[in-house]
């Protein structure tokens, strides 16, 4: 049997958390243009719409190890959308921010701690920030009763949206054991993994994967995490910053030190370390798995007993039992891959509300709550007395003047529609 590497992962400056800032392109504004031209008696208006803003995509890459990328910049901002111009020219739309995470991450509202979506596989993509619309061009607002519009829409600007990002690291084998229990020696036997390896708990500090092959035909992705300790799902040690990784291994390998002489014996570590895993998420102890008693290189099947609770006993200092292991683990493996995994975290579709609502601020102001009614304010060229009409018509046409005398607004109180002010005004 070859047990060797055809790949290898070594996550260097790991960062599984952070946050990010993301932001819609804004939309360009549309154009007042007029056709005059020699020779040709109706010109009218022929101003362009102004370009959509770029929208940021979140996408799952596979060449992508850790969040490292967003822990000094995290910020990303999709292109702005051109202004139109004259003869109906449109303004371009902004470029689309393509930002790549890790297979793996879970995206959350930073405020909220609310689950967005989950990216597992390579290319999964999700909407983060969609681009501000752009504005319309005088030419769109031509009418019978307005040939000659003097007006046109301001482009939809956009607005960060703070996000949290959390890294599931995607192996099919994790191994689970108490600082010092061999875990690192292992992984950078069987594979070509090069963690920092010592004689002092918490040498780990960070993930470590390594693909391992055996017998030139199977591979599979084993993960070292940092190692638990009792108390770890309550914050104790440093495995508790590394629970998460364990969610997504198909097959959990708990490697129990035969050798502890002044820790807890075999027994007590496979109690804790079972206690652990389920008061962070009970459905784990469900999970494949195999106990594997390390260090067998330092004494022999006597000096642990009959009463270690392993399935086998390995040394990577010898390579003892490593060949009847990784056999036993291709086969979990194997019968793991065959079961489509259920995706938990799935993503939520958050419609943008339509409608109109009125509510009352700390200040006494009544506000216009609905993108529809802000945006037929934000858009408009208010200083326009045309633009303030048709503004006037659309917030109508909504339903602002109903929800404003439902909701008991009187004469002269003063009513907020995102910046714009005024008094409001029965009709008569």
Known sequence: MAIAAIDFTSVSNFVDECNLCVRGGDGGAGCVSFRREAHVPRGGPDGGDGG??????????????????????????????????????????????????????????????????????????????????????????????????????????????????????????ALVGFPSSGKSTLISTVSKAKPKIADYPFTTLEPNLGVVRVGGEYEFVMADLPGLIEGASEGHGLGHQFLRHIERARVLVYLLDLASVDGPNPAEQLAILRKELEAYRPSLLGRPSIVVGSKTDVLTEQDWGDDAPVDLAVSSATRQGLEPFLWRLVDLVKEARSVEPVNENFTIHRPIPTGVQVVRDEDGMWRVLGREAERSVALSDLTDIGALDYAQARLKKVGVDRALRRAGVRQGEEVRIGTFVFEYEEDV
Not at 66 to 83: E, Q, V
Not at 95 to 103: R, S, T
Not at 121 to 127: A, E, F, M, P, Q
Not at 141 to 170: C, H, I, T
């Open 52 to 173: 959509d803003g770029g929208d940021v995509w979140l996408v799952a890459d596979r060449n992508v190890a850790s969040l490292l990328a967003f822990r000094d910049y995290p910020h990303r901002i999709g292109g702005n959308g051109t202004h139109g111009s004259g003869q109906k020219r449109h303004g371009k739309s902004g470029d689309d921010q393509i930002v790549a995470v890790p297979e793996g991450t879970t995206v959350l509202d930073r405020d909220t701690g609310e689950s967005l979506c989950d990216l597992v596989s390579h290319g999964d993509r999700w909407l983060a920030a969609p681009g501000g619309e752009g504005g319309k061009g005088n030419a769109r607002f031509l009418a019978n009763k307005r040939r000659a519009p003097a007006f046109a829409e301001q482009g939809e600007k956009s607005f960060d949206l703070w996000l949290r990002l959390e890294l599931k690291l995607m192996a099919d084998v």
